[in-house]
């Protein structure tokens, strides 16, 4: 039997994505189970579709973004229950009406300063900004439109080590960064500078006794992320902030997943630069910012050259609709932030406790420093892309990469010291605004029907029944 494991072990190497699907597809027609969420996609989304409007909640709050994300003309089948927040987040309708008139009346450049269609798109333009400002206490003059984080961290990573590049050549971030801030890292070693990541620890964390003694003379940037995408963990910004000001070196924070969702303050917090994106907090994509302090003022290169729009940062004719749609995102998540995070917790809790209350699950990251709206967890002995497979009906994300092309387990799994195997086997909720109890409740009873669905086909969970440790195996080499 444990040749063939280790056969089959070196098979799904290669071929897991596809096995994967084969098995489960396979363990439908293999096993007679009688599961109470089915595991028929088609028929599983659609009565939760049927559940869902008629009920209460929905009803009693009329027309509401739930009815575009329910709804089932959208060429792919009636959709599940979103739970990717993490990716983004549904507009919300009230940023939607905000943005409508600037595609039928408004449609002056903001920037013409001779007309009066110049001056009314502009005004809406301002408005946007101070409130965006507002969220994290910044000066409006502060913010500086982008296409979104990913153009906000380039930016930053780019811009910064650029202007003073005479006098300085180092730049710290860390391992668990976005991909967008890894990469302009790496590009800028291309350009001669030299990056330190920092490791975190096993909650995902990073020292900050490693961050100080990484600072050099030569330091321009430490740039650390204030919550993780796969894992919600929390960075102590504000320590990080203080740190860096004692040392007089810029720190940037990627707040894609952080800014609306949990208290920041650059002043209180010293922070330098901060990196935004309008479609985490339900407004539109496409659209973005970042915080560039004024005083003490912080000099960047900018990397698109042009009109000299946003302070000579950013050349480009502003996107107005887009723009107002994330003002009004903005004043959303400032103005309702009490109640979001009141909701999000809850719903947190709740789906947390349900997930682990399944035997071998476990939590990634900190469970203490963490944004409740993103919750990561592995089940052991369950392959995490089964799993996506037999959850069609709910859409997640799985927090490995073998979604995409590769192979490779998440990286930020990876920096947590977590193996492949649990690597492999997590996935990631994300609870929003829109997110309800009900659908909560069905994830939780879905999970735990189709983990033991699909552990009941793993040789491996055959095993650990029969009392088999699994670390006294020696698989044999691939
Ligand atoms: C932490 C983090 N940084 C940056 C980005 C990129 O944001 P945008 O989609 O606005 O370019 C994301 C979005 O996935 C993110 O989660
Ligand atoms: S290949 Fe299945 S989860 Fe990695």
Not at 12 to 32: G, H, N, T
Not at 230 to 258: L, S
Not at 394 to 423: F, M, N, Q
């Amino acid at each position: 039997m444990l040749r063939s494991i280790t056969r089959s072990l070196t098979v799904r190497q290669r071929y897991l994505p596809r096995l994967c699907y084969r098995s489960y597809a396979s363990a439908k027609v293999a096993f007679d189970v009688k599961l109470e969420t089915p595991t028929d996609i088609e028929t599983a989304t659609r009565e939760q579709a049927q559940a869902r409007s008629n009920s209460e909640d929905v009803i009693a709050s009329g027309t509401t973004a739930l009815n575009h994300a329910y709804r089932e003309n959208s060429g792919f089948g009636t959709r599940p229950i979103y739970l990717d927040m993490q990716a983004t987040t549904p507009t919300d309708p009230r940023v939607l009406d905000t943005m409508l008139k600037f595609y039928t009346g408004l449609y002056g450049n903001p920037h013409s300063n001779t007309h009066s269609y110049g001056w009314e798109t502009n005004k809406e333009v301002e408005n946007a900004r101070k409130h965006i400002a507002s969220v994290i206490n910044a000066d409006v003059k502060e913010i500086i439109f982008t296409s979104g984080a990913t153009e906000s961290n380039n930016m930053v990573l780019k811009g910064v080590p650029r202007f003073y590049k005479k006098t300085k050549k180092h730049i710290i971030t860390t391992r668990t960064e976005h991909k967008c801030v890894l990469e302009a890292a790496r590009a800028m070693k291309n350009e001669g500078f030299e990056v330190t990541f920092l490791n975190v620890d096993e909650q995902g964390l990073v020292d900050l006794k490693d961050l100080e003694a990484a600072i050099r003379p030569d330091t321009c940037l430490v740039s650390v992320m204030a919550v993780n995408n796969e894992i919600g963990v929390m960075q102590p910004i504000k320590e990080i902030g203080a740190i860096c000001r004692k040392h007089k070196v810029y720190f940037h924070t990627d707040a894609a997943q952080a800014y609306g969702k949990i208290p920041i303050d650059v002043n209180e917090m010293n922070i330098d630069l901060l990196s935004i994106s309008s479609h985490k907090i339900y407004g539109p994509k496409g659209i973005g910012a970042v915080y560039v302090r004024r005083r003490p003022r912080v000099r960047l290169d900018p990397i698109i050259s042009g009109g000299g729009q946003e302070r000579g940062l950013r050349s480009g004719t502003l996107a107005p609709s887009l723009v107002a749609g994330f003002g009004e995102a903005a004043r959303l998540v400032k103005e309702e932030y009490e109640t979001d995070i009141e909701h999000i917790q809850r719903l947190s809790e709740r789906l947390t406790k349900g997930l682990l209350s399944i035997e071998h699950t476990s939590l990634n990251g900190s469970s203490d420093h963490r944004y409740p709206g993103c919750i990561n967890v592995s089940f052991a002995y369950v392959e995490g892309e089964s799993l996506l497979m037999a959850l069609r009906d709910i859409a997640l994300s799985s927090g490995s990469a073998c979604t995409s092309a590769s192979l490779e387990p998440s990286y930020v799994l990876h920096a947590l010291g977590k193996d492949d195997a649990l690597a492999h086997s997590s996935i990631r909720f994300g609870i929003g605004r829109f997110t309800t109890e009900e659908e909560v409740d069905y994830v939780i009873k879905a999970i735990k029907e189709r983990v033991e669905f699909l552990r009941e086909l793993s040789p491996l969970w055959e095993m650990v029944k029969e009392g088999i440790d699994l670390n006294s195996i020696e698989w044999s080499g691939h």
